[in-house]
């Protein structure tokens, strides 16, 4: 068998790339020119670099590829081919994963990370190759605001003097010590704690979609700081993303969280948007059960595999 080269991929040929990567077994040519059009526009959105590609040859001819977009908090994230629409096996792959790898660690990033679907058993073979292993199942989830029927109805106050305050650069330790906290025993991605610092992490949550301070919002019981909520808007679509919620171990199973969350939808009505989506942990079942609860539905599912470059937080 003739071998692989692997090769940065030029600028004309980025389409190209994304083509393959994106490109879903049983999906139309027009669609997936527009899956590429959307791609690149959000990553111009957020300003993220889209000349990290590479191609994968044999014999002249692209067999596979990848894209690498890097985000502020230090954390890459790599796109693959679905396993299902290359003639590539599974060691092929992790060749080519191998070798975007050492490019990776090379620069700043900490945390490299890639989604595939759950029936990608190939592509799973291929990073776990790849000194990749599986960090979670990811369900996305999005509420429609424009249901009428999904207007909720008023939530419990958890109790205490209550306070909502928004993010600045004076409050941003208080921020950073209150995510910090609400770490200690979450159900979400166990595997990252302790693998970033409070400094990356932020970023990272920035820089999901567009960051607007009113939108981080932190909640004090009693002057205590309690629970926080992280908006980002998305650049393409009318719709919140929730970057990240969560409470503070001393004011849960309280109620604590429902709150939270519905002060977060009320925001993204108050603001017009028409919905709310998020990333989950399939195995977090109380935070499941709260999503469920207030109408959240799944529109995807994605195996979360991560790679660990050798600096520490």
């Known amino acids: 068998m003739s071998t692989i080269n692997v090769r940065t991929a030029r600028d004309v040929e980025a389409r190209t790339v994304l083509r393959l990567i994106l490109a879903v077994p049983g999906q139309s040519a027009g669609d997936i020119e527009r899956q590429v059009s959307s791609f ?76 595939v679907a759950p029936n990608d058993d190939k592509n799973q073979q291929a990073l776990l190759q790849s000194r990749f292993r599986q960090l979670a ?95 980002v808007a998305n650049p393409l679509r009318p719709t919140l993303e929730l970057a990240y919620m969560g409470v503070h171990p001393d004011f849960r199973r309280c109620g604590m969280g429902r709150y939270v969350l519905e002060h977060g939808l009320v925001q993204a009505r108050r603001e017009r948007f028409s919905a709310v989506t998020l990333a989950v942990d399939a195995s977090n079942t109380p935070a499941r059960r709260l999503y469920e609860g207030r109408r959240f539905r799944q529109t995807l599912e994605r195996r979360a595999m991560i790679c660990l470059l050798n600096s520490s937080p």
Request: aromatic letters at 6%; charged letters at 25%.
């Open 40 to 115: 690149m526009d959000y990553a111009r959105a957020l300003s993220l670099d889209l000349n990290r590609q590479w191609m994968a040859e044999r014999d002249g001819h692209c067999v596979s590829a990848c894209t690498c977009l890097e985000s502020p908090g230090r954390t890459a994230l790599l796109f693959v081919p679905h396993g299902a629409t290359t003639g590539c096996d599974a060691e092929t792959i992790a060749h080519i994963l191998q070798h975007v790898v050492r490019d990776v660690s090379t620069r700043m990033s900490r945390v490299v990370q890639c989604l």
């Open 137 to 231: 199942v990811l369900r996305y989830l999005e509420c429609d605001l424009t249901d009428s029927s999904n207007r909720g109805s008023p939530t419990a106050s958890p109790g205490g003097s209550l306070e909502w305050v928004t993010y600045d650069r004076e409050r941003h330790d208080d921020f950073a010590k209150l995510i910090l906290a609400t770490y200690q025993d979450s159900q979400d991605c166990r595997g990252l704690a302790g693998v970033r610092t409070i400094e990356d992490i932020i970023a990272g949550h920035k820089a999901t979609g567009r960051f607007e301070p009113h939108r981080w919002s932190m909640l004090l019981s009693d002057e205590r700081p309690a629970a926080c909520v992280l908006l």
